[in-house]
């Protein structure tokens, strides 16, 4: 029972330059979230999902972009990444609006 | 606009003795406020929910309080052990009127033996 699988699990970029980070759950849960962490921030909401085919912009979302083609699959997008994107970056899904989040356990990504 | 502070940043107390979190939060009492758990280099991992008309919800050694008045959640863990050593965040449950999960920024536990 895989739940929430995150990839790639580390990744170093150079300003500019951009990248896709995958989450893909096997729940069958409509709702899909994406979270970047940082020391002292907390978990702070980029783009989330209420479906398939349909997005939303969170509290953090410039310089991101999101798709949500399948069910299954939530793809963050860096366009040009910049040094402040450095983070761990949580994927996160739920079945129903009030349910809680299942996690994946991240990506950390450095922006040098 | 919404805010969540969870008290201490860092909680150490001896094994067997029962620890208790604060989650404090301003303006609008969220219909459900939620307790998750995180161990270094992995995902929040979720442990309890509270609705606004429950005052207290256990789960083996697990106790939430909920106080809408106060504007306040504890989170109490009883006969604590080293294994419960690590990052509590409680989130409160906007989806549907704020739209978001808002999350604190977590207090960490230690449990020494």
């Known amino acids: 029972n895989a739940g929430v699988t995150q990839t790639p699990k580390f990744r170093v970029l150079k300003t500019g330059q951009s990248m896709t980070l995958l989450c893909a759950q096997d729940?069958?849960?409509?709702?899909m979230y994406w979270y970047r962490q940082d020391p002292g921030m907390g978990l702070r909401l980029i783009h989330y999902s209420v479906g398939e085919g349909t997005t939303a912009k969170g509290e953090v979302p410039d310089g991101y972009n999101v798709s949500r083609l399948k069910k299954q699959n939530f793809l963050l997008g860096l366009e040009s990444a910049a040094p402040s994107q450095t983070s761990v970056y949580f994927c996160a899904s739920s079945s129903i609006l009030h349910s809680p989040l299942h996690f994946g356990n991240g990506t950390r990504l450095t922006v040098t | 606009s919404q805010k969540i502070e969870q008290n201490s940043e860092a909680l150490n107390i001896q094994e067997g003795k029962t620890a208790t979190l604060t989650c404090n939060y301003t303006n609008y009492s969220p219909a459900y406020l939620q307790w998750y758990r995180q161990d270094p280099g992995r995902g929040p991992v979720f442990l309890l929910l509270i609705r606004e008309n429950e005052k207290e919800k256990r789960k083996e050694r697990l106790k939430v309080t909920f106080d809408t008045t106060l504007k306040q959640s504890l989170f109490h863990i009883t006969a604590s052990q080293p294994a419960d050593s690590a990052t509590y965040l409680c989130?409160?449950?906007?989806?549907?009127?704020?739209?978001?999960?808002?999350f604190g920024k977590g207090t960490k536990l230690s449990v020494k033996p």
């Open positions: 729940m069958n849960h409509e709702y």
């Open positions: 989130a409160l449950d906007m989806r549907g009127s704020q739209g978001n999960l808002i």
